[in-house]
């Protein structure tokens, strides 16, 4: 192997040597090491446009992805021997993990950067904190994921410190920051002494086997944000990468640098709006309300093919749960729709949120294991078996009696054509949809599919809560959707009979 041609090129390879080595041989989760995929780095780095003349910072540097990802594009523009030699004395970063600091020293000075400043102790320190205050015009962050102590907004807030006014910082971390109430005061004030320029959501298995959606937040240090301007909202779903047997291998159609593109014309104030991408009114997202981009985003238009695949899931996820629990069958509602029979019809192709077409109900019972065994569905935030976790005995004032649409947590919805109870506490809440407006079968499985291909809002630190679902954007079909041929329960009961004969031999 030619060593110096290895080390000329733009790939991190000590950094991924040895990060496939702790894959192996540690706990990373405990450590909340969770490294920063490296056309990710570079992503960040084309994103905030890494100069020559920058002076660049990363205070969780782990094996240093981001630095070299920097350090490439300075170098790649730098012209003559001083300006190279600037650009080497101009990349800092801090780690703890002394193991770790020293992979990412060996790294810079393999690529070149013989006088790193990248420091063995934490960037929390007074010491620390004092050396590189307003002293920088670029930060990267990929903060310890849930590390007790040290919240991701703390080394958030730490690298807008180390910025000179007008620095920008990028940041790949945890989504719920940006979305959840814990975290409202601190936006709140983020953006009083800050400006948000841009937020991209990214795929939900960019870090996997870690499962834990992620956001990029693009800001400007120590400028207010203004009222009235720009903010990018972008969504990546495919980053060249796609999960195969276990792993990330390549795939065709990558977005990343269509979104490079689109972020880089709204810094200059075009309007964007793009099938990923938008530009939104800054006035949304200021005193502490939602910076995620699924809450800002359009539904992208789906093809009728995909709606078919919703909808064709949503009918046979009935007769799955029916294939387990034989059972329901027999609680299967003969009128089921007849409750609203006599309300008005909803208007056709017609957008709106979907508190216009549903009332939107909490569950109401607690813990599954509060209750005795019995015939009642008990629906809780599962993606199995219509999301039906067992059947118990019922309980007044608990059961939905006319059935309804449920939608988990996670905003899967599933329709119930039996009288059903619903978990209303804790992480696996439930909310159930009735129908304002006379709605057949058919019509149910139409709307129920228009909230599974929003889906992608949903993840466990932005949970499908009855705020947030009543105001989902949905549509209704272009025409009334007739059931034809027999009611769903007959359906259900010849589906059991086919079941029981099949299994008779």
């Not at 910025?163 to 990028?170: A, I, M, Q, S």
């Not at 056709?348 to 005795?372: C, D, M, Q």
């Amino acid at each position: 192997m030619n060593i110096r041609a290895v080390l000329q090129t733009d790939t991190d390879f000590l950094g991924l040597f040895y990060e496939a080595f702790l894959r192996y041989g540690y706990d990373n989760n405990a450590l909340g090491i969770v490294f920063t995929p490296r056309h990710i780095t570079k992503f960040c780095a084309d994103l905030i446009s890494v100069r020559p003349i920058d002076r660049v910072i990363d205070i969780a540097c782990g094996t240093g992805g981001f630095l070299v990802a920097a350090f490439d594009n300075m170098i790649a523009l730098a012209h003559g021997p001083k300006a190279i030699q600037k650009v080497k004395r101009s990349l800092f970063g801090f780690d703890t993990n002394p193991t770790i600091w020293a992979l990412a020293t060996l790294n810079m000075f393999f690529r070149g950067d013989g006088k790193t400043h990248i420091e063995n102790q934490s960037c929390f320190e007074e010491k620390s904190r004092n050396s590189v205050e307003e002293s920088f015009t670029r930060a990267f962050l990929n903060p310890p994921f849930s590390q007790e102590g040290e919240p991701e907004r703390d080394f958030i807030d730490a690298s807008m410190r180390a910025l000179e006014p007008e620095g920008l910082f990028v940041t790949v971390v945890k989504a719920g920051i940006f979305a959840d109430d814990d975290n409202s005061a601190w936006r709140k004030e983020f953006t009083r002494n800050h400006t948000v320029l841009g937020m991209i959501s990214l795929p939900e298995d960019l870090f996997y086997p870690t499962a834990a959606p992620t956001s990029i937040l693009i800001a400007k240090a120590h400028v207010p944000h203004p009222n009235n301007s720009k903010v990018f909202m972008a969504r990546i779903w495919n980053d060249g990468f796609e999960k195969l047997k276990g792993r990330r291998v390549h795939r065709e159609g990558s977005q990343l640098s269509s979104t490079i593109d689109s972020f880089h014309r709204s810094l200059m104030d075009e309007n964007i709006h793009e099938s990923n991408a938008i530009t939104i009114n800054s006035n949304l997202i200021l005193g502490g309300n939602e910076w995620s981009p699924q809450q800002w985003l359009s539904q992208p238009i789906e093809t009728e093919d995909k709606l078919k695949v919703y909808e064709d899931d949503v009918r046979l996820s009935i007769y799955r749960a029916v294939s387990a629990l034989p059972e329901l069958a027999d609680s299967a509602l003969c009128n089921f729709t007849e409750a609203w029979s006599d309300m008005p019809s909803f208007p056709l192709s017609h957008l709106a949120t979907v508190s216009f077409f549903f009332n939107v109900i909490n569950g109401k019972s607690s813990g599954e294991k509060n209750y005795r065994e019995g015939t009642i569905p008990y629906i809780s935030s599962g993606d199995q078996l219509n999301s039906i976790i067992r059947l118990i005995d019922s309980e007044e004032g608990e059961i939905f009696e006319t059935g309804g649409i449920t939608v988990t947590a996670f905003g899967q919805a599933y329709i119930q054509p039996w009288p059903f109870m619903a978990r209303g506490n804790g992480g696996s809440s439930v909310r159930v949809l009735i129908p304002r407006y006379k709605m057949s079968f058919n019509d149910l499985v139409w709307f129920a599919s228009q909230i599974n291909a929003q889906k992608w809002r949903f993840f466990y630190a932005r949970m499908s809560i009855k705020s947030r679902l009543e105001r989902l954007d949905i549509t209704s079909p272009p025409h009334q959707l007739k059931d034809n041929g027999d009611n769903i329960d007959k359906r259900i009961q010849e589906f059991r009979k086919s079941l029981f004969k099949l299994s008779a031999g």
